[in-house]
């Protein structure tokens, strides 16, 4: 799956169905198994079976990468809008040994009640013109003393994390019109690429309590000296591609609320990533997930 630079803003409508393979090939990329171990182990700490809600479920990838270090018991609960994404989720899950539902529903409309022990979120605010509405249906939909989670991204912070064997992260990174463009699509659409460090502060706005937040500790390593499929596989998901026709990429930035000199800079920088980011060039990148979590007092 080949990205750019402002592949970040927000899609405009639903358009999730069509990116089943991209979520199956991009969730690896964002965290290391033992982690998550550690999380559901030693800073949640549960014990006993739970009951999950994932809000935006997808085909229940984040089911698949907690459920298998949850107590014995757990059930999950997936709501996604998309009518692809909850068949390939109920066909998926029909063949693992977990207890699972799925309900195709538009994710602030969808009757829940207030029985779950915990609801969580994968990487669907920064989508959302309307994450703090969002996150209040995921509060409503826990017990009292029932817990919150998001894992969201930093875009930003994301993009500053990666590093391309002998080049300059500044010529091809340029952090500020990037930061801007972010903003800019965020007081536009609401749809904020930059959530992930906002939610901390979104979770006490709405009331929860004992809030915290953690970043995974997954960085990938593409080296070109190892020639195996993995390696190919990884080359894929963080492969950026040619920006373009110049004129079209700058017109559509300047439309989202960057100068032409800012426009201009980042196409430049697009272009080069473009050109050095090849198989033979070694890079190191760290997604940076923010995960936050907060306990619902009623």
Request: glycine share 8%; aromatic share 10%.
């Amino acid at each position: 799956m080949t990205r750019t630079i402002g592949e970040c803003e927000a899609v405009e409508s639903y358009d999730w169905d069509e990116k089943m393979g991209y979520l199956r090939r991009r969730m690896s990329l964002y965290y290391n198994d033992d982690y998550i171990a550690f999380l559901v182990k030693s800073v949640w700490k549960w014990e006993t079976p739970v009951r999950i809600v994932d809000f935006g479920c997808g085909y229940g990838q984040l089911g698949f990468m907690m459920l298998p270090h949850l107590p014995e018991g757990s059930t999950y609960t997936g709501i996604d809008p998309g009518a692809r994404q909850i068949g390939a989720a109920k066909e998926l899950y029909a063949h693992l040994p977990w207890k699972a539902e799925f309900i195709r529903a538009e994710l602030t409309d969808a009757d829940l009640g207030s029985a779950f022990d915990v609801a969580v979120s994968h990487a669907v605010l920064m989508h959302r013109s309307d994450p703090l509405q969002l996150l209040a249906k995921m509060a409503e939909s826990v017990k009292d003393g029932g817990t919150v989670i998001c894992y969201e991204p930093h875009g930003c912070a994301s993009m500053s994390s990666y590093y391309f064997d002998d080049v300059l992260s500044t010529e091809v990174m340029p952090l500020g019109p990037l930061q801007k463009l972010h903003e800019q699509d965020a007081l536009r659409t609401g749809k904020d690429a930059n959530i992930g460090m906002k939610l901390p502060v979104y979770f006490s706005q709405l009331g929860l309590r004992r809030i915290e937040s953690r970043i995974s500790d997954k960085v990938n390593y593409y080296d070109p000296a190892q020639d195996s499929e993995e390696t190919r596989a990884l080359f894929s998901n963080l492969q950026f591609e040619c920006p373009g026709q110049e004129e079209d990429f700058i017109q559509a930035l300047i439309e989202r609320g960057l100068t032409q000199e800012e426009a201009e800079r980042l196409y430049i920088a697009e272009d080069l990533l473009s050109q050095v980011n090849t198989p033979s060039i070694a890079f190191a990148h760290a997604p940076s997930m923010k995960i936050t979590f907060g306990t619902v007092v009623r």
